[in-house]
């Protein structure tokens, strides 16, 4: 931490199996060779309430001990929780912001599909909840039909997999004599359940190119800002009854009978268009990473903002990068390495301390996920500091 230029922490808070509060920190070390170090930096145990003053204060009685140099720090990326959101007149100016992970998956939730997935849900309990029934459906089916909890992953794989098993579940209710679900009747409802499984299924690739180590945060935008470019995209696609990016639609289509033209376009574009909209409020604060071909003055002006820059320094460093012929020559590889302290310093600055964003709170949500096997119910006497090591091992 000496040795690095800058460094951006990931702050996350959870309860592990005796009802303790961890807050795991982890931290991003960019040198000055512009190469990053990700660690995990301290797991904070906090015995009693966890207010945002308590998170707060527990954490700066740890930079307290640890003389952390604080003037390095350029960024905090939280779950957006409120206990975890706010500042403080002892930090530094830094960027706060949540997670785009979590912020793709809030996204995500505000479709209109409460009417789908409560039927689906519904008719997967039934099977599940007699120990008969699901004997007799894995007799008939092979497989089970696994049912899902609140993530946004499993919601869409739980989607994928009804469809797929719905020719069986209606088979099965017949032949059962179980009370049938006249949904499954349903064309418009089968439609319906075909669009949104297409759609969570593009939403999910998107959830599964975020997550991972080493993510950047311009990495990430770029994901986000590709994902929704595609969604504009396949919504004109549709509204012309083109159905190449929506296969679970095609299908259900062809299943019924009917032709792509008779297909109510519009009632989907709607929903893809709402989807869109919560994108561009919820990652509206990551706007000032995003290039955009603006007036010079304006673009240092955003940058200056952003970095807490000299704008006329900034200007003046963009211009003269306009007209570099030697760089524009060796720009690959190792690009922002060319640019050296004495004629690019502020732009070289921004390049570091990008590089330490953290785009999401990936880290500390594996970190829980490993907390929780290390210990468990049958290790819940394990102390604290047992704990920390094993968990520093573990990731």
Known sequence: IRNCEFFSLQLGESTDVSDTAKMCVFICMVFSDITAKEELLTVLFMKEQTRGEDIFQTFKNFIEKTELPMYKLVSITTDGAPAMVGRDDAFPDFLNYHCIIHQQALCAKMLNMKEIMDVATKIACSIRARSLQRRLFLATTLELLLHTDVRWLSRGKFLKRFRELCPEIKEFFRVSGCAEYKQLNDGQWLLDLAFFT??????????????????????????????????????TKLLRHDLANFQNLASEL??????????????????????LSEFDKRFQDFSLLEPKDVEVDSLASNIASLFHMNSSGVEHEILTLQTDIELKSRAHGQFWNLFTEEKYPNIRKCAISLTAFFGSTYLCESAFSYMKIIKSKYRSTMTDEHLEVCLRLAI
């Open 198 to 235: 297409d759609l969570t299924n593009l939403l999910n690739d998107l959830n599964l190119e975020l997550q991972g180590k080493d993510k950047l945060v311009t990495n990430m935008i770029s994901s986000v800002n590709a994902f929704k470019r595609k969604m504009q995209h396949f919504s």
């Open 254 to 275: 062809e299943t019924q009978g009917k032709p792509c033209d008779q297909l109510d376009s519009a009632h989907y574009t709607e929903q893809i268009t709402d989807c």
